[in-house]
């Protein structure tokens, strides 16, 4: 007979995109919610599609942070919700985002990310969120997917994620699995 089990603890991670004009009154908000950040990538032109540029404008930044407050991975849905409320309070004097935030989950098996658009590789969490596997750990790296946007390609982006898993791990083997969410 099978036997549920409560699920390992995940470390949240998010993808930033931003405009010059971006306030750093986000990144407090996320962090009431997640914790500190342990880690962050560096800043870096994000030029790998123009599908923001209408709403955003050009000159956009892409960077990825992590943070320490581990979550239960069912959780995303709510997180993909609460950054959404986020973007909307930082808008620019158009109506649009002055910052996307993309929340997902660093395990010691994969990335995922959370999305409110359907695809045929993605599955619905509830609340209208999917949740998408856009890397997965295989041989002591992280690997792209045929549907892995190309920012999440990049040897930065896999570094970032590399190390996040390692902060991970380290907590997970410190702590325990059930390791408090504060």
């Known amino acids: 007979m099978a036997e549920i089990?409560?699920?390992q603890k995940v470390l949240p991670v998010v993808g930033l995109l931003f405009t010059p004009a971006f306030d750093i009154e986000v990144c407090a908000k996320l962090e009431s919610i997640l914790?500190?950040?342990v880690l962050e990538s560096e800043t870096m032109p994000f030029n790998h599609t123009e599908y923001y540029?209408?709403?955003m404008g050009d000159r956009l930044v892409r960077q990825w942070r992590a943070f320490d407050r581990l979550?239960?991975?069912?959780t995303l849905a709510d997180l993909k919700r609460r950054t959404?409320?986020?973007?909307?309070?930082h808008l620019n004097q158009n109506g649009g985002r002055t910052v996307n935030i993309d929340p997902g989950s660093v395990s010691l098996s994969n990335l995922i990310l959370a999305s409110t658009k359907n695809y045929s590789h993605?599955?619905?969490l509830g609340k209208g969120i999917y949740a998408e596997v856009?890397?997965?750990y295989k041989q002591k790296n992280f690997?792209?997917?045929d549907w892995t946007y190309p920012d999440y390609r990049e040897e930065n982006a896999l570094d970032f994620f590399t190390k996040a898993r390692e902060i991970l791990k380290n907590k997970l083997t410190t702590y325990g699995s059930n390791v408090s969410k504060e």
């Open 5 to 7: 089990k409560e699920p």
């Open 35 to 37: 914790g500190k950040v």
């Open 53 to 55: 540029g209408q709403e």
């Open 71 to 74: 979550i239960i991975p069912d």
């Open 84 to 89: 959404i409320e986020i973007e909307k309070k």
């Open 122 to 124: 993605r599955i619905y």
């Open 134 to 136: 856009t890397l997965i």
């Open 143 to 145: 690997v792209p997917l």
